[in-house]
């Protein structure tokens, strides 16, 4: 059984940074990708980011691309979302993921492990 726990959340002015971190249980971490996900009030999942088992690719949606970084380090068990000039549409529950396959995918549907999501609220 794998268990992930996110941690990191909270509330930031618009224009601001957050840091999210997972960590996950088990001995397999190293073997699988990870992804970031997020729920925004009345909306959908959303992809955010993922990143292969190895971190030497990673994946990022439209909304985050080019301000959202995404990085594991595997010897700790954990995968990190560095959010960066973070807008009021980047409010969402944020959830970490483990992907059923070595590369990064943006599928959720390949992912079959979830955290219980950590709040992110910008204010404008």
């Known amino acids: 059984q794998v268990q992930l726990v996110e941690s990191g959340g909270g509330l930031v002015q618009a224009g601001g940074s957050l840091r999210l971190s997972c960590a996950a249980s088990g001995r397999t971490f190293r073997s699988y990708a990870m992804g970031w996900f997020r729920q925004a009030p009345g909306k959908e999942r959303e992809f955010a980011a993922a990143i292969s088992r190895s971190g030497g690719n990673t994946l990022y949606g439209d909304s985050v691309k080019g301000r959202f970084t995404i990085s594991r380090d595997n010897a700790k068990n954990t995968v990190d979302l560095q959010m960066n000039s973070l807008k009021p549409e980047d409010t969402a529950v944020y959830y970490c993921?483990?992907?059923?396959?070595?590369?990064?995918?943006?599928?959720?549907?390949?992912?079959?492990?979830w955290g219980q999501g950590t709040q992110v609220t910008v204010s404008s």
């Open positions: 993921a483990r992907s059923t396959e070595a590369i990064a995918t943006m599928t959720e549907l390949a992912y079959d492990y």
